[in-house]
């Protein structure tokens, strides 16, 4: 199993998520993939908050993290490609991250380059 499908399959373990799980749920002002994000930020800033395979996991994660909010919430990439991501669910977001992770995704440059792929490929499949 790579490390991508470990981390996705991790995520909705811990998250207790299924595929019909909403973002919002408990009445929480802040959603799941927030939370999920925020998770990986904690575990970069305190060390030792999680166990040792969701530190490696979480480890793994930080770069897609880090892509996700510069690229995707800072609205750097393809209008579109942006408002199919913001729409996905918890669980696609789990395996979006997963497969930002087995992409090889080094730094935030290298993310740039994966998501103008992905823009380039939904403009050649409309």
């Known amino acids: 199993m ?8 991790m995520v909705r373990k811990a998250k207790r998520m ?8 408990d009445s929480k002002f802040t959603g799941l993939k927030d939370d999920i994000l ?6 970069n ?12 996991l979480y480890n ?11 690229h995707v919430r800072g609205y750097r990439i393809d209008p579109i490609l942006n408002a199919q991501l913001q729409k996905l669910t918890p669980w696609e977001f789990a395996g979006f991250l997963g497969e930002m992770i087995d992409a090889g995704i080094a730094n935030v440059g290298q993310a740039e380059y994966y ?12």
Do not use: C, H
């Open 45 to 56: 800033n305190y060390p030792g908050a999680f166990s040792e395979e969701r530190t490696r």
């Open 38 to 43: 925020e998770d990986i930020a904690m575990n």
């Open 115 to 126: 998501f103008q792929e992905m823009a380039r490929q939904m403009r050649v499949a409309a």
């Open 60 to 70: 793994a994660a930080y770069i897609a993290m880090l892509a996700w909010d510069k």
């Open 2 to 9: 790579s490390t991508g499908t470990e981390f996705a399959k």
């Open 18 to 25: 299924n595929t019909r799980t909403r973002n919002y749920r």
